[in-house]
């Protein structure tokens, strides 16, 4: 069965701390992961895409990491910021081909919530 | 929010009565989605529509409609039929429909059934 499991649920750190938020995934064959984040009451943002090929992603002070062969990923935040205070969520897609005419290959994880305190 | 606009942000309806979610985008996408976000609970896909005219069922269809007679709108209809319609309500778009696209998500719209 086709899974994504993020961890932690939720998680709270001090403003300029780093955090990891682990992602670990069940899909095959596997396609993409998206790191997406989402503030309360709005619609999600994506912050990173990583391919099989791709080890490490950066897109400012966030860092995502992929491991295709233990079908794990990471985004780890650097010097947190209020501003960081959200939802994080991981999705996977499934190789184009499977499931083929519809969109049942996005597989969204149910998020971890972060919250930053100053 | 990247060009998707969803209205109104807060909706409230009486139990029995039908409701329409409105989502248009101007980023002259082919595809086009449905969520609904619980609290505790993934995105689950309501519906999807890859080109106009033209729509399939999500996961979680039952109880809801939708068309798709124009390129930017995609307006979402839940019927009284939907047994538990109180949710956050989000429409995304993609350039295509390949689910290797990134989506890009609206604003939402958060819909109270009393």
């Known amino acids: 069965k086709n899974q994504v499991e993020q961890s932690p649920q939720s998680l709270i750190i001090l403003e300029g701390k780093n955090c990891t938020l682990q992602?670990?995934?069940?899909?095959?064959?596997?396609?993409?992961l998206r790191w997406y984040k989402q503030d309360t009451g709005r619609g999600p943002v994506s912050l990173t895409i990583?391919?099989?090929s791709e080890n490490t992603k950066s897109n400012g002070r966030y860092t995502a990491t992929l491991d295709a062969d233990t079908k794990q990923s990471s985004l780890h935040i650097t010097a947190s910021q209020l501003s960081d205070s959200a939802s994080y969520i991981c999705?996977?897609?499934?190789?184009?081909?499977?499931?083929?005419?519809?969109?049942?290959?996005?597989?969204w994880g149910l998020g971890t919530s972060l919250a930053v305190n100053p | 929010d990247g060009g998707i606009t969803q209205s109104p942000k807060y909706l409230f309806r009486k139990e029995g009565q039908n409701v329409t979610l409105s989502c248009e985008q101007n980023?002259?996408?082919?595809?086009m989605y449905w969520y609904r976000q619980d609290p505790g609970q993934g995105l689950r896909l309501i519906y999807y529509?890859?080109?106009?005219?033209?729509?399939q069922k999500g996961d979680i269809a039952e109880g809801y409609s939708v068309s798709r007679e124009k390129k930017e709108s995609f307006p979402l209809t839940v019927t009284s039929a939907q047994k538990n319609p109180t949710a956050f309500y989000l429409c995304?778009?993609?350039?295509?429909?390949?689910?290797?696209?990134?989506?890009?998500f609206g604003p939402g719209t958060r819909l109270t059934v009393t």
């Open positions: 995304a778009s993609s350039p295509r429909g390949s689910g290797s696209d990134e989506q890009y």
């Open positions: 980023l002259n996408h082919d595809a």
């Open positions: 529509s890859q080109i106009v005219n033209d729509f």
């Open positions: 992602c670990n995934y069940t899909v095959s064959p596997f396609s993409n």
């Open positions: 990583m391919t099989f």
């Open positions: 999705v996977v897609s499934a190789r184009p081909g499977v499931a083929a005419g519809n969109n049942r290959k996005l597989i």
